[in-house]
T-cell receptor, first 110, second 113 residues
């Protein structure tokens, strides 16, 4: 089966950098996604990794190591609006499904 | 281009009733997935539809069913509602099955009393 683990909550300070880790177990890995979800809103797409390495997109970067079953989302120059849940999701398994982790709730302090 | 729309946005039902939720994907998108989101379990995969065919199904009981129409609109149905079915039901669309981004609708908040 597929399994995804990420921390439940994290706290960081405005202007700082935070790294949200995600570990996964799946057969037939076919991509890893990060989504942002503000309270009461739908998830919005942040990044997609299918090859090892770092993908940078503005203040957000996502890293993948397929051999370790590990990814992280790096948020730089944190802003108050970055307070949200960050969802790690993996496509894989026998049926090529997209399965989500339970999300990491990020609190930004002024 | 209009986003994913879901109707209704809010719904209150009682145990034993059934409910039908609707999802209209972004124009041109052919793949629609449904998820149930609860505080304790997070986002859980329900179904994936592509070209009117169910391509994948999550680990939910047979009370949960769905379908997709020729215009890619999708519906999901839950019969014999239980208290534990109270959740946010999210629909996501993508152009194709192997697209690397899903676009989520605002969700339908279902409360079962």
């Amino acid at each position: 089966g597929q399994n995804i683990d990420q921390p439940t909550e994290m706290t960081a300070t405005e202007g700082a950098i935070v790294q949200i880790n995600c570990t996964y177990q799946t057969s037939g890995f076919n991509g890893l996604f990060w989504y942002q979800q503000h309270a009461g809103e739908a998830p919005t797409f942040l990044s997609y990794n299918v090859l090892d390495g770092l993908e940078e997109k503005g203040r957000f970067s996502s890293f993948l190591s397929r051999s370790k079953g590990y990814s992280y989302l790096l948020l730089k120059e944190l802003q108050m609006k970055d307070s949200a849940s960050y969802l790690c999701a993996v496509r894989g398994g026998r049926d090529d499904k997209i399965i989500f982790g339970k999300g990491t709730r990020l609190h930004i302090l002024p | 281009k209009a986003g994913v729309t879901q109707t209704p946005r809010y719904l209150i039902k009682t145990r034993g009733q059934q409910v039908t939720l609707s999802c209209s994907p972004i124009s041109g998108h052919r793949s629609v997935s449904w998820y149930q989101q609860t505080p304790g379990q997070g986002l859980q995969f329900l179904f994936e539809y592509f070209s009117e065919t169910q391509r994948n199904k999550g680990n939910f009981p047979g009370r949960f069913s769905g379908r997709q129409f020729s215009n890619s609109r999708s519906e999901m149905n839950v019969s014999t509602l239980e208290l534990g079915d109270s959740a946010l039901y999210l629909c996501a669309s993508s152009p194709n099955r192997d697209s690397n981004e899903q676009f989520f609708g605002p969700g339908t908040r279902l409360t079962v009393l």
